[in-house]
Nanobody
Framework: QVQLVESGGGLVQPGGSLRLSCVAS????????MGWFRQGPGKEREFVAR????????AYADSVKGRFTISRDNAETTVDLQMNSLKPEDTADYYCAATLRDGSGMYYWGQGTQITVSS
């Protein structure tokens, strides 16, 4: 199994920036993907961004392309999400997620961190 712990988040004004971090522990030698999902008020959980631990280009939701940047540190097994030009519609609980190279497709989730974009 993999345990995920997020940090960052909080209240920010529209146009501002925030950075989220997620640290993975446990079976990190078998990581396949790490990334972020979010769930806004009254909405379903949606994909935000993902990196493949073996390399390659990250993937982003259309709604965050050009504003959010995901990065990873293989040595520290961390994934960061730099969020710029934040909009009120980015308000949500943000969850770190990971999958392993075990063929199960099972997601491991962090506890979530709240981001509120408001003036």
């Amino acid at each position: 199994q993999v345990q995920l712990v997020e940090s960052g988040g909080g209240l920010v004004q529209p146009g501002g920036s925030l950075r989220l971090s997620c640290v993975a522990s446990g079976r990190t030698f078998n990581l396949h993907t790490m990334g972020w999902f979010r769930q806004g008020p009254g909405k379903e959980r949606e994909f935000v961004a993902r990196v493949w631990w073996s390399g390659g280009e990250p993937a982003y939701a259309d709604s965050v392309k050009g504003r959010f940047t995901i990065s990873r540190d293989n040595a520290e097994t961390t994934v960061d999400l730099q969020m710029n030009s934040l909009k009120p519609e980015d308000t949500a609980d943000y969850y770190c997620a990971a999958t392993l190279r075990d063929g199960s497709g099972m997601y491991y989730w962090g506890q979530g961190t709240q981001i509120t974009v408001s003036s």
